[in-house]
């Protein structure tokens, strides 16, 4: 099993900038694809970026060049460095973990508001 924890959500102003952390503990081995998807209210929920125990990141289109995706395999964390934060990125953001047994684990969610 995996954990994930996450935490750095909160309130910000449009144009502000928040950083999101995500702990993994339990079969860490395991874990192969990190990353951090995002629901809003009445929405599916949907990738924002992921990275490759190697380093290689994918970004949902509506993120790139503003969000960043960092990884630290010593410590088990995932980061994402949100910038230039717009009313629309308001959402419960959730850490996401694959494992080689083929399982998926998901974090509790962290709230992002962003207010205009």
């Known amino acids: 099993q995996v954990q994930l924890v996450e935490s750095g959500g909160g309130l910000v102003q449009a144009g502000g900038s928040l950083r999101l952390s995500c702990t993994a503990s339990?079969?860490?081995?395991?874990?192969?694809?990190m990353g951090w998807y995002r629901q809003a209210p009445g929405k599916e929920r949907e990738l924002v970026a992921v990275i490759s125990p190697f380093g290689t990141k994918n970004y949902a289109d509506s993120v790139k060049d503003r969000f960043t995706i960092s990884r630290d395999n010593g410590k088990n964390v995932v980061y994402l460095q949100m910038n230039s934060l717009k009313p629309e990125d308001t959402a419960g953001y959730y850490c996401?973990?694959?494992?080689?047994?083929?399982?998926?684990?998901w974090g509790q969610g962290t709230q992002v508001t962003v207010s205009s």
């Open positions: 339990g079969s860490i081995w395991r874990i192969n694809t």
């Open positions: 996401y973990a694959h494992a080689s047994s083929g399982n998926n684990y």
